[in-house]
């Protein structure tokens, strides 16, 4: 009884019971490399040996009416994790259950390099040994408070809200929480083994939707451009997008039916840092007609626009993030589903 | 449909429909320090802020009968993650589903320092800085496929399995995958973040049986030392025991009912690195005859003196692991919940 309670005062509102067809995780890709290394334990030896890299992991749940609807995939952005998809910083529920009860099947990936994927080593180990320079280190973004609050969105400066914020800013400390170094530094040349593991999981998956968001916003199109085969959807939430595909590359991603999402106070902030927001907005408007040029099916859903104000950058956890979910699961609907 | 035969083909037992009353997670702990940096971009000059360290990422589901028992903490060992618990390298239920199945509220932690609980950064950003020296690094575990060969006892040598091995051998590089960095060396002084958030965790919960393997299988001592309010029941699985304990210390442990269990070939394997199993199942004997003597309920369960054979050093992934399952459970219904 006591679980039950402290359970219920955990979430703030009781959805009721999930039934699941089934649950797990697995991971998708991954190859051996050799290391050497400080031995394993105190006093012993450097040794040489194999591990495994650029794996992505993967934790999926299927609601009993899964098999009616496409999987959606989804991607969280830099310096967060899948977290993100998950019970949000006020504890109500997040994007990937909130699928879930609307008989998704949902696919929640951690980037490679990154929380539970794990990422490569090797860089920081060669250092430790004097076999490569301090200043060669891969860089690591670790997000502060400060730049989270312009770059999310929150308000025009750090300590100060938006009057009509979205965000739950009570639960900020959450967030906070939340944002874990983010190691794509080590990463090798593009395309990286994020978005091939995307492209490979669709195609596993015989045919999902793909998702991204900020740093992995526009992954969904360099998985399609790396391989199409599985991706019956692309949803791209917040990033800049790339203008300068070539006819052939808007070819391939024309063929993919492609939903562009943006919250408000795009021109609001200051020191957002790289994340020039109303720049970013720009460019993928000139990406969704250029995919429509090449007769896509593309729409930038810009959610002031609609009538829908406030909204951050973490929209999937601002306070109206079911009705966001549900703008995407109708999108979904009407643009994905209804043309299989 | 495509759906549901690829997650058909990504099990192999079919359990059927689970229905929960609840899930989701949540951070234990966590505070701010205060990090300089190279800018968050490229051309951005460096940048002071606070970013928050030592959270522990915590994931949980509480099935409709949860109520009924008390919930079970699983933490995982080094160099891996909570993936430890989940669907198992063959494709099987993990242990964390099926104590859901069970009737018990799970909540898996990830160590702080380790995949989405994040780590702290500090060190890594001054020495690319060039403000403390390259030696001045953390460890790294980066355990290879030939250190988990033997350490984790899937043979006297590498390449090289036991006949009775119980690992599922054929799906080792599955296990490869989730086999990830250990950053535990950037954790501060003991007790560490983890132990403290553990022994929290349980206040949290009202009460609850904390569970630790191999790296963490003392944790939930070492948690109990630091608080054992919440604490009803601890399971040390596959570790080294501490056996100096001062008797205040031994009746604080006394008090909470608790299960050691060993495998099997504790002693047949060359090459174990730090891990001499052999001596830290004589340690574990010690310390469970102490805590008896201390008036405490205590069990060994060594699993190949009951008659079990071949299981390696991840029995929560073992073939037989369902079994296993069933003995812990057995265990805690007769020793923790009896009792309540």
Redesign the interface.
């Known amino acids: ?7 219920a005062a ?2 703030k509102n009781s959805p009721g ?11 998708v890709g ?1 190859e ?1 490399k050799t ?1 050497t ?6 006093n ?1 030896p450097p ?6 890299v650029n ?1 992505m ?1 993967v ?2 749940q ?1 609601p ?1 009416k ?2 009616q ?3 959606v995939v989804m991607v969280h952005g830099c310096c967060l ?3 993100t998809w ?2 949000t910083p006020d ?1 109500r ?2 994007w990937s ?1 909130y699928f879930v009860r609307k008989d998704r ?1 949902v696919y929640l990936a ?1 980037q490679v390099s990154r ?5 490569d ?1 090797t860089a ?2 060669d ?2 040994q ?1 076999k490569a320079k ?2 060669s ?1 891969p ?9 989270a609050w312009t ?1 999310f969105r929150f308000g025009p400066k750090y300590g100060e809200a938006f009057p009509d914020e979205q965000f739950p800013m009570q639960s900020i ?2 967030l ?6 983010d190691l794509n530094g080590t990463l090798g040349p593009q395309p990286t083994a994020t978005w091939t593991q995307m492209s490979a999981l669709a195609v ?4 999902a939707i793909l998702m991204g968001h900020s740093e992995s916003g526009f992954f969904p199109e360099q998985a399609a451009l790396i391989n199409p085969a599985g991706i019956r959807g692309n949803i791209s939430i917040e990033m800049p997008c790339v203008t300068n595909f070539s006819a052939a590359q808007l070819a391939t991603l024309a063929k993919i039916p492609t939903l562009v999402m943006f919250g408000d106070h795009l021109g609001d902030v200051q020191g957002g ?3 020039n927001w109303a720049q970013s907005f720009a460019s993928c408007n000139t990406f969704v007609d250029q995919l429509k040029k090449a007769g896509g099916d593309a729409e930038m859903m810009h959610l002031p626009a609609m009538g829908i104000k406030g909204n951050s950058h973490m929209l999937m956890q601002d306070k109206n993030s079911d009705q966001l979910a549900d703008l995407v699961i109708a999108w979904i609907d009407e643009h994905v589903e209804r043309k299989k």
Chains 1, 2 share one sequence.
Request: aromatic residues 8%; negative net charge; glycine residues 14%.
């Open positions: 009884m006591l679980v039950a309670s402290v359970a955990q979430t019971p999930l039934t699941l067809k089934e649950q797990g995780s697995f991971f991954g051996s290391v290394q400080p031995g394993f334990g105190p012993a040794t040489s040996g194999e591990v495994t794996q992991y934790q999926y299927v009993m899964g098999g609807h496409l999987p994790s899948s977290k998950e019970t504890g529920m997040g259950e099947p951690d929380a539970r994927s794990g990422f080593a920081f180990l250092i430790r004097g301090p200043e280190m860089v690591i973004i670790d997000a502060t408070h400060q730049v770059v400390d959450e906070y929480k939340q944002m874990i170094p596993k998956l015989n045919g840092g790289p994340a």
